[in-house]
């Protein structure tokens, strides 16, 4: 069967929702983001079209830096399966971000989705760094006290707003320790991932994101009633009181849930389990462009 590469258009979009609405049990999120993807301008969205120029593909790339294109929303109709159109579509990608000076391409999978790691293997992308992400429903962190009306006692290890004078230090203690070791330098954002700069972390303290308590930082953002921590930094010791202080935080801002995107560490999963997180597992890959 023959099919041709072009860029979306916005009548395209009826085609991808049809095939893409029973992706996974919940449905899919690619007709809904579709609209946002054509609108961004550091954004490249490829469709692979039939004979009848209609949409059969589509695939989503994003310049999260002048040096990192990640790829996401890669579906394919499942009648135009197993022809390498997918392959194409990252191809298609990968040369209009090279144009424009990336180096680095990189894409996340979950680790039970053995077919699209396997594709995406076959390509030539390789693993550099698997992920968790946790998430729960919040609730008080720490217990109530009698005699002063059912109010929380407040946690020792209160998380509150850091300076942009932090910044420095958390990415210093980042970077020296094993959350940035394992991660290979990288953050999430969202569902995406690149690497993380002091600059990060600076912009971060003057958007009111970046907290501070003496078991660590996190740089955490209420999200559509959710708090997402897409990075933190503690130390095996402290992990549990940071996660507590997070919980607390979560609540404080009314949230009704907390989420956390982290390096794959043994430690800091049995403390998530431990604290009522309920877990999955990302498998980070990535690939060298050549300018």
Known sequence: MDYQIRPARADDKTAIAA???DTFSWGDYVADRFDGWLANPDAMTP???DEHDTAVAVAHGVMLSPTELWLQGARV???WRRLGIASALDDTMERWAVERGARIS???IEDWNEPARRQVEKIGLRPVSRWTHASRDVRPAAPPTGGNGGRRRPPLDRLTRAPSAEAHAAFMAW???V???TGRGLFAVNWTWRRLTIDDLANAAKASALWICPAGWVVATPHDETLEIGWLETSEDDVGELLKSGLDLAAELGASR???KVPDIDWL????TRTGFDSGGIVVYERALQP
């Open 19 to 21: 095939f893409t609405q």
């Open 77 to 79: 109709h499942p009648d």
């Open 106 to 108: 990189r894409l996340a």
């Open 175 to 177: 970077s020296a320790g």
């Open 47 to 49: 469709v692979a079209v």
């Open 258 to 260: 907390i989420s956390l």
């Open 179 to 181: 959350l940035g070791r």
């Open 269 to 272: 999963a049995n403390e998530l």
